[in-house]
């Protein structure tokens, strides 16, 4: 998919969509020079017959003649705009206006809502707007059709309309752009079947992407692994026909880094819960335990092209959970990198045991941050439902600067604790902790033991597991993989 800035009278798409705050109170340049177009015919259809208020997520479709079309979108009261709901809108009106092309491309006036109360929610300017657009159309455009033998016509271009394109706006545009691209790979890579989708397929394209970007890559096989005495990850893959790889790549930016960060991805190929099997219904979207790996892969390639300043890190322990006469078991003791012992109590708790030892490897690389994205708890599900994504970590300043971005990214978090209390849930009387607390505050325990596992002063956790997937769409999001938290992810290192 090309994205395009251009002016606003030199769009050439036949879809332009155009946006309408409520009761029509807009004198945008592109509403005027559309109704220029049309002689005055779509302010007439309007004004006439009553027929498009402007309200939040209402839509008007007009065509000017046989090369343009128009979608008015409408926006709501200005007071009530959220980033959020923006993001809402494009989405939807990008399924809309695809209906109605047919040179497979759309056109998108960049609008700004700034008004004097200082909402981060509600304050957008037209760099704000770029990315936003850009994430937001891609959302709404998104199909994996690989597996349809009828497969429909697909949108090639986007064109971003306004009048004066800034080194900061293009800029903003690459940034929205990029972001987009990572959104689709990674939704791409969710929803590749599990049997296709292994340890070994996903290493490979690891080390295609080192290649095409000129990352550094390091590609553990299982003896390595062995090597390195990551026992606890082994455990959990040693049930599966397929051995596990490690993943490490590395972007260095050509000046000095402003920072260094590791970004860990959950990397779970396929999660039949091991010998604590899962009921039948609960596996049907487990190819989805990767999306954190898949995330990551996608994050550095956007930060790659975006020739960021930060020296960034993508590690995966990939591998799949199976129950088989090799995989491990409950009462098993696990003896993670770090020299910590485990004893298992279940084994349907494996990606925190993954996880363990990719933080543990994360200690030795000197960055200065940690961040984990893992679809890790079904009772973050219960807690916070399937449109916010849980955050919890040991620096409260990196917290709050996260949580900060997750609101200009038109993204849901929310910030749980991690109590000392919490070890309790966790006491083993042969070894140093278990792998489960039981139902009890699930999420929160989850991360407690993970923080046993990094010496990070700046370690972040992101809980996804209710918001990797949708089991039915949204306003913004049809029902699959969402990509969630990449859109954080990105503005937050780049900020």
């Known amino acids: 998919m090309k994205f395009l800035t251009k002016k606003t009278e030199e769009f050439t798409a036949d879809t332009v969509v155009c946006f309408v705050w409520e009761d029509y109170k807009t004198d945008s340049k592109l509403l005027n020079y559309l109704n ?45 705009l959220t980033r959020k709901k923006f993001s809402q809108i494009i989405a939807n009106a990008a399924r809309i206006a695809k209906s109605i092309t047919k040179n497979n491309s759309i056109a998108f006036e960049l609008i700004e809502n700034t008004s004097e109360c200082n909402n981060i929610l509600a304050n957008f300017n037209k760099e704000d707007s770029a990315k936003i657009t850009l994430c937001a159309a891609r959302i709404g455009l998104y199909e994996f059709d690989k597996y349809l033998s009828s497969k429909k016509n697909k949108i090639e271009t986007i064109e971003l309309l306004n009048d004066n394109f800034s080194q900061e706006l293009e800029r903003a545009a690459e940034i929205g752009a990029y972001t987009s691209f990572a959104m689709k790979f990674t939704k791409d890579l969710v929803n590749e079947q599990a049997q296709v989708a292994t340890p070994e397929y996903i290493a490979n394209i690891a080390a295609q992407i080192a290649k095409e970007h000129k990352l550094e890559a390091k590609i553990y096989d299982k003896n390595q692994i062995k090597e390195l005495n990551m026992n606890a990850f082994l455990a959990v893959s040693q049930g599966s026909i397929h051995e596990p790889k490690f993943v490490h790549l590395t972007y260095k930016p050509k000046c000095t880094p402003r920072k260094k960060i590791a970004l860990i991805g959950k990397g779970i190929t396929f999660d039949a819960g091991g010998m604590n099997i899962k009921p039948a219904t609960s596996m049907l979207t487990m190819k989805d335990d990767m999306t954190g790996a898949a995330s990551v892969l996608g994050i550095i390639q956007a930060m790659a092209k975006l020739n960021s300043d930060i020296e960034l890190h993508a590690v995966c322990a990939l591998c799949e959970n ?44 000197n960055v200065d941050e940690v961040i984990d994205i893992a679809t890790l708890t079904g009772a973050v599900i219960v807690s916070l439902g399937n ?75 992101l809980d996804i597991a209710g918001t990797a997937y949708l089991d039915k769409s949204n306003k913004e999001t049809l029902q699959g993989p969402t990509g969630v938290m990449i859109r954080t992810l990105i503005n937050y290192m780049l900020s």
Not at 323 to 348: C, F, H, R
């Open 322 to 365: 199976m129950t088989s006469g090799s995989a491990y078991k409950q009462g098993d003791i696990l003896t993670a990198m770090n020299g910590k012992t485990i004893e298992v109590d279940n084994t349907d708790a494996e990606g925190r045991l993954t996880l363990a030892d990719a933080l543990s490897y994360c200690d030795k690389l």
């Open 36 to 80: 220029k177009l049309s002689n005055n015919e779509l302010n007439k259809q309007i004004e006439n017959y009553k027929i498009f208020k402007g309200e939040f997520m209402e839509t008007f479709k007009y065509a000017i003649n046989e090369q343009t079309k128009v979608l008015l979108a409408g926006l709501g009261k200005k007071e009530n």
């Open 387 to 461: 449109n916010i994504t849980g955050v919890m970590g040991n620096n409260q300043e990196q917290i709050n600067k996260f949580i900060e971005a997750s609101k200009k990214s038109a993204e849901n978090t929310w910030q749980m604790p991690i109590l000392d209390e919490l070890k309790d849930n966790l006491k083993s009387n042969i070894a140093d902790m278990k792998n489960t607390g039981g139902r009890q505050a699930g999420t929160s325990t989850a991360a407690w033991f993970l923080s046993n596992f990094t010496k990070s002063n700046a370690w972040l956790h």
